[in-house]
Structures are given as C-alpha cells and as structure tokens.
C-alpha cells in the first residue's frame, strides 16, 4: 500500500493544498506532473455521510465526514485507475486485480505509460475457468437474479475459453441483461437501464463500492446504448446489425461484467449500514 500512495502523491517539492477549486483535468497541486483527477482529488474530496439516527444516541452530528478516515483509504488507493478506466472506456474490475496489479498500474498511470490494454491483460492473466465458473456456481446458487441461469452461464464459459466468441458473446450480452433486469425488477416490456444500487453504500462506509457502482452502470448505459453502430453493443450483436463482434476482449468483458454483478449482490447481501 505504501507503494501505491508513494506513486499518488510524488510532488517535485512539497506543496500546499490550493484554496481555489481545481478541474479534473488540470494538473495536480502537489506538482506530481499528473491530472488531478488521476491524483489527489479523491484524497480531497469529502465523504460526507447521513448518520442513521436509530443508531446512534440522541445528540450525534447528522453528518460525519470521513474523508481523512483510515476507511476511505481502500478508495483513494483504487480511485485514479477507476478514473482512468472510464476515460478510456472501460471499467476497472477490482475483484480480478490483486494489490500488486494496482501497484504496477498506479506507477504506470503515474508515468504516463498506462494503457486499457495493460489492464485488459491484467484482467485476461488473472481470470481462469476455474474461478469464472466457481464465482457463478456460487452465484446462482445465493442470488435470485442468477438463478436458473447456470447451464447458459456455464455454457458461455466453456465457448469462451474455448475461444469461441461467436457464441460467448451474444449469450452473455442476453444473460447480463436478463440478471441485471431481475436486480432491478425490470420487466422485460420497460426500457432497460443500469440497476446496481449507489445508495446503500455511505452507511456502510463502503465508499469504494459507491463508486464503483457509479463507474459500472455509466460502463453499462455504454455497452446497452441504442442506436450506436459499434461491434461491440448490445443491438448490434442481438440484433445481428454486426457479425465482427467475436473477439476475446468483448467476450471476456462481458464475463467480467457478470461476475461484477455478482460482487456487488454479495457485498449488499453480506454487510449491514454501521452509521
């Protein structure tokens, strides 16, 4: 962890916090020659929570802010390769990035040599069959959003790794829709949109999960877009509109996307509001 923050915030020579307001884009206060959106603006921002007051005793504050909270470092250390992702459309899949990919992403997002494909491969050397298929055993076996999908699921798994992409890709662009419309309670007639919660997670000082759920339902809204000719878009491969969709990345996105789903039904399920 020492590493990562060591490459967050690396000034040239010690500086204060500015008093005026920075863009995203502008350059860091601490001199570290990066964006301050890739740099210290989560460190800066606040983390203001609504305190729950059937917890606590009368006479607690309503709001708490817990920027400075050893809680909010897990998202300050995650935070810029989540910006990162976006800018570059893609999301960063945390669950397949061990601490010493984020340590070698932070450093090559910190000298300008990180790119989507690092972090794709990143991705690609971390997930097997054998995790891909445990994560949805277990999934469909704990979450009623994933339940009686297995067979497809496991179906798609094996075509993937087979490196058939023709038949991974469409089935899990079809099933990731299905799941996230049973999370949702989306009938299958209404529009569908992303349905991850964002606003369960200050209470349980989950603030990373907050803005993971953020990033994953703008990646969403992206990939289920109407009216985009892109190869790799929900109506041009369901609909047919586009036949050169069949490659290792899109299929293995959208295997990733599912098993994201699944961390983010585990954490709501496995963690209660603690303020």
């Not at 590493?3 to 884009?25: C, W, Y």
């Not at 920027?67 to 300050?76: E, H, R």
Request: proline share 5%; aromatic share 12%; hydrophobic share 35%.
């Amino acid at each position: 962890m020492d590493v990562v923050l060591a490459t967050m915030s690396s000034p040239s020579s010690p500086q204060p916090r500015p008093t005026a307001k920075l863009g995203r884009n502008d350059p860091c206060w601490c001199n570290s020659g990066k964006k301050y959106k890739y740099c210290h603006f989560d460190a800066d921002r606040d983390r203001l929570v609504t305190v729950d007051p059937a917890l606590h005793p009368p006479g607690t504050p309503v709001q708490v802010n817990y920027k400075d909270d050893i809680i909010n470092l897990t998202t300050i250390l995650s935070a810029p390769i989540k910006r990162f992702c976006a800018d570059h459309d893609f999301y960063f899949f945390g669950s397949t990035f061990t601490l010493g990919d984020l340590e070698v992403a932070n450093k090559k997002l910190g000298d300008g040599s990180l790119t989507r494909e690092h972090l794709i491969d990143a991705c690609k050397k971390r997930l097997t069959s054998d995790i891909a298929l445990a994560f949805v055993d277990d999934a469909c076996r704990t979450f009623d959003s994933f339940y009686g999908r297995d067979k497809i699921l496991k179906d798609a798994i094996e075509a993937h790794f087979a490196g058939k992409y023709t038949l991974s890709t469409p089935a899990l662009f079809a099933q990731l829709e299905g799941i996230l419309r049973k999370v949702g309670a989306l009938e299958y007639r209404d529009t569908f949109k992303p349905t991850i919660k964002r606003d369960i997670w200050d209470n349980r000082l989950l603030f990373s999960m907050k803005d993971s759920a953020q990033f994953f339902n703008g990646y969403i809204s992206r990939l289920y877009e109407g009216q985009k000719d892109d190869p790799f878009n929900r109506n041009t491969v369901l609909h047919g509109e586009r036949t050169d969709y069949d490659t290792e990345e899109n299929s293995l996105i959208l295997l990733l996307c599912i098993l994201e789903v699944r961390i983010f039904l585990w954490f709501e399920k496995n963690t209660k509001p603690l303020v």
